[in-house]
């Protein structure tokens, strides 16, 4: 057990819909990430959170919404997704860079399909 | 920019073969740290090492082993007698402080071992 949890496992939502994914970190981390895997691609940094605020977007288009309500929790919603849009999505945390080196640690991923 | 390139997609040996997997990196930062990454079928990245810009030291631990070269650029990864279990996807990152307090990996397109019995 890495000590961070990813919910659902696996969504499977057509484009109109709105859904959330959701990751909790148990490791006391300050910092928390969203990364997007998609097939043939490198895994590409979506969101950066550092201490709940946000430091860093990587031009993720407007219908991928992250929140972060605290240190231990962090949500993705979405909204209008396109089938390419389908990927693993997936959820890292790290002490921060307070804490040098920084190490992240990922959770197991959720595996979204737009249909 | 930043940049990691991991030139093998696929390597297929047979099991208690030696193979090294290989990881280019490209960064203008001067402070920079490299990881090691590995993606069983489950899809959970574990991590398997950090090694910053200042320490050129190659580490082993048990059958891993990894060599930096900050001439070249490199940071490879060799297991050694390599077992079935080692079967994944491998990936290489970077990072570089940058603003913010927290930094976001740039990963490889990742190299898929397998091992064969």
């Known amino acids: 057990e890495t000590g961070v949890t990813q919910t659902p496992r696996h969504l499977v939502m057509g484009m109109t819909n709105k859904k959330s994914l959701k990751c909790e970190q148990h490791?006391?981390?300050?910092?928390m990430y969203w990364y997007k895997q998609s097939a043939k691609k490198p895994l590409e940094l979506m969101f950066v959170?550092?201490?709940?605020?946000?430091?860093e977007n990587n031009s993720v288009p407007s219908r991928f919404s992250p929140e972060c309500p605290n240190s231990s929790h962090l949500f993705l919603h979405l909204h209008t997704l396109q089938p390419e849009d389908s990927a693993l999505y997936l959820c890292?945390?790290?002490?921060?860079?307070?804490?040098?080196?920084?190490?992240?640690?990922f959770g197991p991923g959720t595996r979204l399909t737009v249909l | 920019a930043q940049k990691v390139t991991q030139a093998q997609t696929e390597i297929s040996v047979v099991e208690k073969e030696d193979v090294t997997l290989d990881c280019v990196y490209e960064?203008?930062?001067?402070?920079?740290?490299l990881f090691w990454y590995k993606q069983p079928p489950s899809g959970e990245l574990v991590f398997l090492i950090r090694?910053?810009?200042?320490?050129?030291q190659n580490e082993i631990s048990g059958r891993y082993s990894w060599n930096f070269q900050k001439s070249t650029s490199s940071f490879n990864f060799t297991i050694t007698a390599s077992q079935v279990v080692d079967s994944a996807v491998y990936f290489c990152?970077?990072?570089?402080?940058?603003?913010?307090?927290?930094?976001?990996?740039?990963f490889g397109k990742g190299t898929h071992l397998i091992i064969q019995p």
């Open positions: 490791l006391g981390h300050n910092a």
């Open positions: 090694r910053n810009s200042f320490d050129e």
């Open positions: 890292a945390s790290s002490q921060g860079r307070l804490a040098s080196p920084d190490t992240q640690y």
């Open positions: 990152a970077l990072s570089a402080p940058k603003g913010g307090g927290a930094d976001g990996l740039t």
């Open positions: 959170y550092s201490l709940e605020e946000r430091v």
């Open positions: 960064t203008r930062d001067t402070t920079y740290y």
